[in-house]
DNA sequence: TATTGTTATACTCTATAACTATA
DNA sequence: TATAGTTATAGAGTATAACAATA
């Protein structure tokens, strides 16, 4: 017999999928996900549109490459991205001086008066899709999947 | 200002996706996920197929539309997972005796002598994607995790 | 008339290859 | 010849409506 973590008594009464990290992390993900969604539906904007303009808030001038990198789509996908956030005002491209196939990525004066409220909105959603922990917890879990990423810190 | 937890000291040079704990869930469930995905692969079945597996195994005679609500799928897509694995042998659906609707699911002997060996496969994936955590960190992780769904225990 | 499972269909997401314009 | 971005296209995954058989 074998279950995802060895430190976790193994009763056989226990059904396997309780035991699985992987299991819990994508029902929790699902719900915390669709909540954002919701949550952001009103600005007829997505997750990752949403993280797009976050990053590019804290990191003006990033190519296009680099931002798809961040993201974890693919360029083409990254194109429609920013063609949309182009189209709502929040973003824009400025061809590069040095490299004139390059565009370096910006965030409009409206995109930068958003971004603010856009926040305090997916915070709240982080908060009350996992209502049922305490802040100590929720702050462990943090921890604890960041470094299951490999973040640092 | 505002981040996702009060109780994470909110620091200005903190960027505000490492204070997101959707974000940091998305991230690791994309990982694991994508090493299930490989684990499960060269039998040729994707997560949601074994899930299903490991839960007729565990309750057998579900019908097809309670197997859907357990993993949140739609029933059009159930039948087609369904039609997979009944190609591959590893599943058959029984006419109900008292309602011939509906179809009473069961596990073949090979389905039955799989899913051991399945979910062996499925929890040194488990292990290995989070391996930058140690067993009491896992087990704490997934103690969070199944509290953030709402599961009991 | 309602329910189980199925089919048909469309919509989104994602991945790849090919194209353009610069370098 | 290589690179940044774009276009075109096709493959998954997912959702909805309509249908057949049974209750």
Redesign the pocket.
């Known amino acids: 017999m074998s279950s995802p973590n060895d430190a976790v008594p193994r009763d056989n009464a226990t059904p396997w999928l309780d035991t699985a990290v992987g299991y819990a992390l994508r029902r929790a993900q699902m719900k915390m996900f669709q909540h954002l969604v919701d949550s952001l539906a009103s600005y007829d904007l997505?997750p990752?549109q949403f993280t797009a303009l976050v990053i590019l808030e804290q990191e003006p001038g990033l190519?296009?490459?680099?931002?798809?990198r961040r993201l974890?789509?693919?360029?083409?996908?990254?194109?429609?991205l920013?063609?949309k956030l182009e189209r709502q005002g929040l973003a824009e491209?400025v061809r590069?001086t040095?490299?004139?196939?390059?565009?370096?990525?910006h965030l409009t004066d409206q995109g930068r008066a958003l971004v603010g409220e856009l926040k305090e909105r997916a915070a709240a959603s982080d908060r009350a899709a996992s209502a049922s922990l305490d802040d100590a917890e929720r702050a462990e879990l943090l921890r604890l999947l960041r470094k299951l990423n490999g973040d640092l810190g």
């Open positions: 997505r990752a190519m296009q490459a680099d931002l798809a974890a789509i693919e360029p083409p996908q990254l194109v429609l920013l063609n491209r590069g040095q490299d004139r196939r390059a565009y370096a990525l």
